[in-house]
């Protein structure tokens, strides 16, 4: 059975950091792209930023600069370093991982909360 466990979220104030963490676990063969997604109440789940296994990112026009997405493929890990929070980055993060011949995998969420 495969899983996705995050970690990392928490409170923080405006203009602080969090790192979050994504751990692969089970069968899998390959992983194609990772990424993690928010969704803040009332509001649909977005991209913030995901990771091809080669190495190619794409972020949100709203996290550029500020955050950074990053993958272990040996371990199925994946990491969103966030910079200079800001009160509209309060979401719940969800991350995802593409299998080639699979419906994506998501994560239970993480909690994450900027106090201005």
């Known amino acids: 059975q495969v899983q996705l466990v995050e970690s990392g979220g928490g409170l923080v104030q405006a203009g602080g950091s969090l790192r979050l963490s994504c751990a692969v676990s089970?069968?899998?063969?390959?992983?194609?792209?990772m990424g993690w997604y928010r969704q803040a109440p009332g509001k649909q789940r977005d991209l913030v930023a995901s990771?091809?296994?080669?190495?190619?990112?794409n972020y949100a026009d709203a996290v550029k600069g500020r955050f950074t997405i990053s993958r272990d493929n040996a371990k199925n890990t994946v990491d969103l370093q966030m910079n200079s929070l800001k009160s509209e980055d309060t979401a719940v993060y969800y991350c995802?991982?593409?299998?080639?011949?699979?419906?994506?995998?998501w994560g239970q969420g993480t909690q994450v909360t900027v106090s201005s």
């Open positions: 990771i091809s296994s080669g190495g190619s990112t």
């Open positions: 995802r991982a593409e299998v080639v011949g699979r419906a994506p995998y």
């Open positions: 089970g069968s899998i063969f390959r992983i194609n792209v």
